[in-house]
């Protein structure tokens, strides 16, 4: 089980640190990755991590602003979300993925968390 937290309500220009714990170990067993969802619009890719940690991946819309990263000794996933803008908003999912790759589809993920809201304000 992913449980993701972190979210909360933050002015344009704020920070935010999500975080994703999983229930066994994320140690190079799943690449892990960040979705979101606003409302009204389909789940888009946010960023997504390898295995090993080795591998990064980004959407265009959040490259230079958020930094994904995972602790595998506290079976986290972290996402660091700076210069937060309204378009920002969604409700935000951690998922895990079998592939060995980072993988920016949705059917690519074989676990999802609860998702945690974030809201930016302008």
């Known amino acids: 089980q992913l449980q993701a937290s972190g979210g909360g309500l933050v002015q344009a220009g704020g920070s935010l640190r999500l975080s994703c714990t999983a229930s066994?170990?994320?140690?190079?067993?799943?690449?892990m990755g960040w979705f979101r969802q606003a409302p009204g619009k389909e789940r888009e890719f946010v960023a997504a991590?390898?295995?090993?940690?080795?591998?990064?991946s980004y959407a265009d819309s959040v490259k230079g602003r958020f930094t994904i990263s995972r602790d595998d000794a506290k079976n986290t996933v972290s996402l660091r979300m700076n210069t937060l803008k309204p378009e920002d908003t969604a409700v935000y999912y951690c998922?895990?993925?079998?592939?060995?790759?980072?993988?920016?589809?949705?059917?690519?993920?074989?676990?999802w968390g609860q998702g945690t809201q974030v809201t930016v304000s302008s």
């Open positions: 998922a895990a993925s079998l592939l060995r790759m980072v993988a920016g589809n949705p059917s690519e993920y074989d676990y």
């Open positions: 991590i390898s295995r090993t940690g080795g591998s990064t």
């Open positions: 066994k170990r994320t140690s190079r067993s799943y690449t």
